[in-house]
């Protein structure tokens, strides 16, 4: 079998069989194929597409192509939950030990954020002493003793993605449907879940910018995991504004506890629920998303969920008493209100704007190697639809650099947008792919 082959082969738009693409990702992955034939093949790709099959195999290729996690030793269904990423978006930090708290055993790899925002990883570092590097076997026993635990990702989950994902970076072929969802889900399916949930985000603050490229994308996605044996939803999201009110690590940390606590934003709170709800009724631990809405609302109002979050912090090295009393947590040296220089509705919110503020004040990484500031970032009063004076407080600001917060400040009011006519709020939830 040649590379020479299979590259004229896409080239002519014809399929790729298993055997043509097992070949081509055990070889670049090695190191066999040089950059050159598989940046040929990638444009191919990019230009003339895959069906299904191809995006299904190129996936399952991917995730072989390192480690596959066994979990099979934990007791019960395990079911993943995965987003596509946005501003403000600290959804696992409610949303697992809300599941986890019904008995739906959730064992997550995560990952460090690069860009406006910290991963999830970053943010449960706002705990003192929180830890991820653990072996697999910490984390499997942990997930049997307490019903949950979240590791960092291993070098060896589906290397052959984050080689392939560096070289369509340089060579302008991110942007295609089967590559996207052939990325997301070799890792999924890597590691080891037997359900997975996806939450794609739509919108200015979200990859998939278009609704109905996040609904493609959910569809690939879906099939790809269904294909695969994995029972697999994709909920579409709105990602026009951030989710909730805080964007910032240990702003959002603070933020799920309220939730856990029976507070939190409004939009937030009903992410959870839906994600929630699908990740319940997959695991069998309820018969319709009804029955598993109840009980999720149950552990939040019995404390069972707050709890649930507490034992996973301190079994990972970190300080329970931080759950309990979220003041311990990181706090920036200025405070200060961001007030509007504008009267009326506000119809617009830049959100990606949003995220780079944060970026700004120290709240995410331009570079592998930047060191993430904990503290800062901002927590939002106003947002779409919502009536605003002159002189109101839109947000407020936590920083530690004067001059980062008055640059953050000048970029945060150029995200808003204002009109004299009362704004119709958009739905959360868009749409889901089953």
Do not use: W
């Not at 964007?247 to 409004?266: H, Q, S, Y």
């Not at 598993?292 to 090295?317: C, D, P």
């Not at 953050?408 to 958009?426: H, N, P, V």
């Amino acid at each position: 079998m040649r590379m020479y082959d299979i590259i004229m082969k896409k080239r002519n738009n014809e399929a790729l069989s298993k055997e043509e693409i097992d070949f081509l990702i055990e070889g670049y992955t090695k190191g066999e194929i040089p950059d050159y034939q598989m940046s040929a093949l990638t444009m191919a790709i990019f230009f003339n597409k895959m069906t299904a099959e191809e995006t299904l195999n190129l996936t399952m290729a991917m995730a072989n192509s390192g480690d596959m996690l066994d979990l099979s030793a934990i007791k019960g269904v395990k079911v993943d939950k995965h987003s596509t990423g946005g501003v403000g978006d600290k959804t696992s930090l409610a949303l697992i030990p809300m599941v986890a708290a019904v008995g739906v055993p959730t064992a997550k790899m995560s990952g460090r954020g690069l860009g406006h925002t910290g991963g999830t990883i970053d943010k449960l570092e706002s705990f003192t002493g929180f830890r991820t590097d653990i072996s697999t076997e910490h984390f499997i026993e942990q997930v049997n003793r307490i019903g949950i635990s979240i590791m960092g990702q291993t070098a060896d989950l589906a290397p052959a993605d984050k080689k392939l994902y560096a070289l369509r970076d340089v060579t302008a072929t991110v942007d295609n449907m089967s590559l996207i969802a052939s990325s997301i889900m070799s890792k999924k399916l890597a590691a080891g879940a037997d359900a997975i949930v996806l939450d794609v985000k739509t919108g200015s603050g979200a990859f998939m910018k278009k609704e109905e490229d996040s609904f493609a994308l959910a569809r690939e996605m879906v099939a790809i995991g269904n294909g695969a044996g994995r029972k697999t939803i994709g909920v579409i999201s709105d990602m026009d504004q951030p989710l909730g009110r805080a964007v910032g690590n240990a702003l959002e940390v603070k933020e799920a506890i309220d939730t856990l606590n029976g507070g939190g934003p409004e939009d937030f709170k009903e992410l959870c629920l839906t994600l929630g709800s699908y990740m319940v009724v997959a695991a069998g631990k309820a018969a319709d998303k009804e029955e598993a809405r109840t009980k999720l609302s149950e552990v939040i109002t019995n404390g069972a969920a707050l709890e649930k979050l507490a034992e996973f912090v301190e079994a990972q090295g970190g300080k329970r008493e931080e759950v309990y009393n979220p003041e311990l947590l990181p706090k920036a040296t200025m405070v200060q209100e961001i007030l509007s220089e504008e009267e009326g509705y506000i119809s617009g919110i830049v959100c990606d704007e949003i995220g780079i503020c944060s970026l700004i004040l120290g709240g995410g990484r331009e570079t592998k190697e930047s060191e993430i500031d904990l503290s800062v970032g901002l927590v939002l009063h106003k947002k779409k639809g919502d009536y605003v004076t002159k002189g109101e407080s839109l947000a407020t600001i936590h920083a530690n650099d004067t001059d980062k917060l008055e640059a953050a400040k000048k970029r945060f009011l150029a995200a808003y947008t204002f009109s004299g006519q009362k704004i119709e709020k958009a739905s959360l939830i868009r749409g889901v792919v089953e």
